[in-house]
Nanobody, 123 residues
Framework: QVQLVESGGGLVQPGGSLRLSCAAS????????MGWYRQAPGKQRELVAA???????NYADSGKGRFTISRDNAKNTVYVQMNSLKPEETAVYYC?????????????????WGQGTQVTVSS
């Protein structure tokens, strides 16, 4: 099994910054794409940003120029630095990782989610 643990959420004023972290642990042979998603009340979960094992990144248009995703492969950790936050970005932020694990005689890949961390942007 694989566990993802997020941290760094909280209350921030409009225009402020937060840095979220997500650490993966467990039966990990390799981690492919890692990403951040968010879900506001009454809305669908949406992509914030994603990063491949090679460092290629993808951002939602809403965050381009303000958000930066990065990862530390040695620590199995992904980060997202969020600047100039807006009230409408209040949501639960979830970490996602596509992980290849190993069992005797075979490898398998599955997608895992963290428990989520609340980000509230409000004055």
């Amino acid at each position: 099994q694989v566990q993802l643990v997020e941290s760094g959420g909280g209350l921030v004023q409009p225009g402020g910054s937060l840095r979220l972290s997500c650490a993966a642990s467990g039966n990990i042979f390799s981690i492919n794409t890692m990403g951040w998603y968010r879900q506001a009340p009454g809305k669908q979960r949406e992509l914030v940003a994603a990063i491949t094992s090679g460092g290629s990144t993808n951002y939602a248009d809403s965050g381009k120029g303000r958000f930066t995703i990065s990862r530390d492969n040695a620590k199995n950790t992904v980060y997202v630095q969020m600047n100039s936050l807006k009230p409408e970005e209040t949501a639960v932020y979830y970490c996602n990782a596509d992980v290849t694990s190993y069992k005797p005689s075979y490898y398998y890949t599955d997608s895992y989610w963290g428990q989520g961390t609340q980000v509230t942007v409000s004055s």
